[in-house]
């Protein structure tokens, strides 16, 4: 389901997925089983994951409780206002929240705080961290 002004890229696959209004997804996209929340802006290349390797229940980390969700297949939640760089991957069940700006080239393995994350070095790290 898409909302009001929503903008799609070149090439992007959008597969049972929930796309608040006036978001943006960029070309070459893979988004599925994802809610992806208002305003949100997604680069090029980015791809949410949506099961896992070995096809067990994909488990959700939310306010310090672990939940196994029993299902085989879920994608993420992006929080509104929220900017994804080029080329990031999203690991299945994984929540970014509210405007967050995410650089380029980074895997998302955990949930995400507000925040600003970037590559340095080769390093994750949070804006302030040196």
């Not at 509210?98 to 998302?108: E, F, H, N, Q, Y």
């Amino acid at each position: 389901m898409l909302g009001n002004n929503v903008r799609v890229g070149f090439a992007t696959e959008i597969k049972n997925a929930l796309i608040e209004s006036e978001t943006v997804i960029g070309p070459q996209c893979f988004i599925s089983d994802s809610v992806i929340d208002r305003e949100v802006y997604i680069g090029a290349q980015v791809r949410t994951s949506n099961h896992r390797l070995d096809h067990s229940a994909i488990h959700v980390h939310i306010n310090g409780e672990h939940i196994n969700t029993g299902l085989e297949k879920l994608g993420c939640y992006i929080g509104p206002r929220t900017r994804i760089g080029v080329q990031v991957i999203i690991l299945p069940g994984r929540y970014i929240m509210a405007d967050t700006l995410v650089g380029p080239r980074i895997t998302i393995e955990h949930n995400l705080k507000k925040g600003k994350y970037i590559l340095k070095q080769e390093i994750l790290q949070t804006e302030g961290e040196k």
